[in-house]
């Protein structure tokens, strides 16, 4: 089964901070997506990525950026954490870009004080 | 703009009941709906899905349902179990953009035994 690991499952960070959230996939996929998720907004797309250093930007990109340096490994950076950072970070993988399956992390939920 | 629109926000149901769940969407350029499923504490995880050349689609207790004129699709759990109890999520997708999901707001799904 593929398998997309998180490094975090609880981040607390205060305003400011430079934040770096990790993701690695084992099953060699080509795209991998960050996503946020909010009470009441679902989950909505961050940034996407079909290639090594390769980037795509998302519905909401505005205050993030990323870093796809190896093709398992996918990370989130927050450049100056804000208070509205505050939400669940769930990041996705699919073998490529025909194919429909995502598969999630167990996510990260940062607090920023 | 929420370019799918899921409801009820929450939702309770008695053990051997049916489920259901609704999603609006707006564009009808979507051609891909899936199902995602999240337990507390675990990444959603894709449940079912539906394309628009069928009406209806069921896997076990789950069953799709889908209306092109009106631009919605549901989702029924019939004999609803405890264990259903989790998040439930929509989404739609463009033709040949499978992966690239937008997402509705979300159902909190609770089976009282």
């Known amino acids: 089964d593929v398998k997309v690991t998180q490094s975090s499952r609880y981040l607390v960070k205060r305003t400011g901070e430079k934040v770096f959230l990790e993701c690695v996939q084992d099953m060699d996929h080509e795209n991998m997506f960050w996503y946020r998720q909010d009470p009441g907004l679902g989950l909505r797309l961050i940034y996407f990525s079909y290639d090594v250093k390769m980037k795509e930007k998302g519905d909401i990109p505005e205050g993030y950026s990323v870093s796809r340096e190896k093709k398992e490994r996918f990370s989130l950076i927050l450049e100056s954490a804000s208070t509205n950072q505050t939400s669940m970070y769930l990041c996705a993988s699919s073998l490529d870009g025909l194919t429909e399956k995502l598969f999630f992390g167990s996510g990260t939920q940062l607090s920023v004080l | 703009q929420q370019q799918v629109k899921q409801s009820p926000q929450s939702l309770i149901v008695q053990k051997g009941g049916i489920s259901i769940i609704n999603c609006a969407y707006e564009?009808?350029?979507?051609?891909?709906f899936p199902w995602y499923q999240q337990f507390p504490g675990k990444g959603p995880a894709l449940l079912i899905a539906i394309r628009p050349d069928v009406s209806e689609k069921k896997e076990g207790r789950f069953t799709i349902s889908f209306n092109k004129s009106a631009k919605q699709f549901s989702l029924h759990i019939m004999d609803s179990q405890p264990g259903d109890s989790a998040t439930y999520f929509c989404a739609a997708s463009l033709n040949n953009a499978g992966n690239m999901l937008t997402f509705g707001g979300g159902t909190r799904l609770m089976v009282k035994p």
């Open positions: 564009n009808t350029a979507f051609d891909y």
